[in-house]
């Protein structure tokens, strides 16, 4: 029942929802006077992350429950667009970004 309710509620999120959520809050960064690398730090250390544990967008076969319970909150970051093209998009949209 929580993984449908979950599903249910993820899906009301488009790829877009989340690049404009992005491009907002990178924003807000620049008008409290942070620089666009600070702008880009969270996005950056979540790639970082992902890369370390070797999340992919490839969903896996889970073997026990426990790695079930884990796929799921993989899968909430696997419904989002690709951190590297989130990054990338900041990037694009920002003269000041590296």
Do not use: C
């Not at 999120?13 to 989340?18: F, R, S």
């Amino acid at each position: 029942v929580v993984q449908h309710a979950y599903h249910l509620i993820a899906l009301g999120y488009a790829e877009e929802d989340e690049f404009e959520a992005d491009a907002w809050g990178y924003r807000v960064m620049q008008q409290l006077d942070h620089t666009p690398e600070d702008g880009l730090a969270f996005h950056r250390r979540m790639l970082a992350y992902e890369r370390e544990q070797g999340i992919s967008d490839e969903p896996q076969e889970p073997a026990t429950a426990l790695d079930a319970g884990v796929q799921e909150i993989e899968n909430h970051f696997r419904s989002h667009p690709p951190m590297a093209e989130r990054i990338r998009r900041l990037e694009k949209g920002s003269p000041d970004a590296d």
